[in-house]
């Protein structure tokens, strides 16, 4: 279990409409990590096993991000079908830092289906160690984010604190319990495996990245500024019908042992209620007794109750 910074956002697109926006995040990931080799180790491109990063992955990971045209998975024979997604008709990669180093970039595009369902996104999901926060600042991570979504289409997305857990073990809630309870400001959703987030919006955080049609039935970035009225939130408009609410100077993992309640998360997420993601308790992706079951759910609605 680490902690970790995670920027992450849903994009109902193809990697076609996508790759040169998805490119320009990378190259921006690629600036805020110069000059640390623990955050380029390995790569996984189109499916296959993890690979040391040279000039081959990088290759392939340009290749996956310049589409030539626009294939539809249909398009292939029905032998070959299984083949191809495997082989990029749904494109993904992951770079991957050192083990245990807290970098990561992962994308995974969406199957391009001709007639897609309207649940399906595309997902791009950067972490960062903590420390490299501490290190350079939150301003500079929240300009990161700013920077990564510059040309992204995005129907939702956020930046904050987050807790990366190893895959699946019966004793994963018993370790997480005190921090679940305990610091809400923590996202435990392991968002970067789903692609049916449509536009509904995943939880609340420090950075809150709202697209269309969010956006628009809030009244745009002007109507949600009125509904929002902590001395600390903070709404800026983007270019695209878009929006990003800050709260506070800096993420905070709230202590309510301590009375630390981020109220101003609370204000937003009550906003924010009839579009946010309805419960799934199997968002952790573990295994799980079945007792677990409200208590996952205290956790999901932890700032509504």
């Not at 490119?23 to 499916?47: F, K, M, N, Q």
């Not at 991957?96 to 897609?116: H, K, M, Q, V």
């Not at 649940?119 to 301003?139: A, D, F, N, Q, Y």
């Not at 049609?213 to 109507?223: H, K, Q, T």
Request: aromatic share 10%.
């Amino acid at each position: 279990m680490r902690e970790l910074f995670r920027i992450i956002f849903f994009l109902p697109y193809d990697n076609f409409d996508i790759a040169a926006g998805v490119s320009h995040a990378l190259d921006t990931y690629l600036r805020a990590v110069e000059g640390r080799p623990a955050a380029l180790s390995e790569y996984i491109c189109c499916w296959g096993e993890a690979f040391k990063l040279g000039q081959r992955g990088w290759e392939r990971i340009r290749d996956t991000l310049s589409p030539k045209e626009r294939t539809f998975f249909e398009d292939y024979p029905k032998h070959e079908a299984r083949c191809a997604e495997k082989e990029g008709a749904s494109p993904f990669f992951v770079i991957c830092g050192e083990r245990e180093s807290g970098y990561c970039f992962d994308y995974r595009a969406r199957i391009p289906l001709r007639e897609t369902s309207s649940g399906h996104v595309s997902v791009l999901s950067v972490t960062l160690p903590t420390e490299c926060m501490e290190e350079r600042g939150p301003g500079f991570m929240r300009e990161l984010a700013l920077d990564m979504a510059s040309r992204l289409p995005f129907a939702s997305g956020h930046a904050g604190l987050s807790l990366g857990v190893a895959p699946g073990s019966v004793e994963r809630l018993v370790a997480l319990r005190s921090l679940m309870t305990r610091h809400p400001g923590f996202d435990l959703r392991n968002a970067t495996l789903r692609d049916f987030m449509g536009t509904q919006v995943d939880g609340v955080h420090w950075l809150n990245f709202l697209g269309q049609p969010v956006l628009g039935e809030l009244g745009g970035a002007a109507g949600l500024r009125t509904r929002l009225h902590s001395p600390t939130t903070t709404v800026q408009e983007l270019e695209g019908e878009r929006a990003v609410v800050t709260l506070g100077p800096r993420p905070e993992a709230g202590d309510l042992l301590l009375g630390q309640r981020l109220p101003e998360y609370r204000e937003l997420a009550r906003v924010l209620e009839p579009w946010l993601e309805p419960f799934d308790p199997d968002f952790l992706f573990c295994t799980r007794h079945a007792d677990d079951e409200a208590e996952l759910r205290r956790w999901w609605r932890r700032f509504l109750d």
